[in-house]
Nanobody
Framework: VRLMESGGDSVQAGGSLRLSCTVS????????MGWHRQIPGKDRETVAV???????TYADSVKGRFTASRDNGQTMMYLQMNNLKSEDSGGYYC???????????????WGQGTQGTVSS
């Protein structure tokens, strides 16, 4: 599985960014994909998870502001980020899950990341 993000940029607070992720080789009938971010000085945070059935869950910190989506072929994934805040600045990574026989779906493959910077 290979993933590549794009769309990172610098914006002012209150602005928007749309991140894209190209996904190749992902073939799972039960696991999903999603977005994560790494903000300096903080632990990596799972921002959004798109389940295999298409349902999406969000971190409380981005609910109502971020929207994750994917195409039906699961070859593209998107993260629409609105009303951005300075605390949203960081590296954003897309990832896919793989099935583990013992613990279910785990994050298995990652993109290289794209940087989003929000200035106040």
């Amino acid at each position: 599985v290979r993933l590549m993000e794009s769309g990172g940029d610098s914006v002012q607070a209150g602005g928007s960014l749309r991140l894209s992720c190209t996904v190749s080789g992902f073939r799972s009938s039960r696991c999903g994909m999603g977005w994560h971010r790494q903000i300096p000085g903080k632990d990596r945070e799972t921002v959004a998870v798109i389940g295999n059935d298409g349902t999406t869950t969000y971190a409380d910190s981005v609910k109502g502001r971020f929207t994750a989506s994917r195409d039906n072929g699961q070859t593209m994934m998107y993260l629409q980020m609105n009303n951005l805040k300075s605390e949203d600045s960081g590296g954003y990574y897309c990832a896919t899950q793989e099935s583990n026989a013992h613990i279910g779906c785990i994050w298995g493959y990652w993109g290289q990341g794209t940087q989003g910077t929000v200035s106040s």
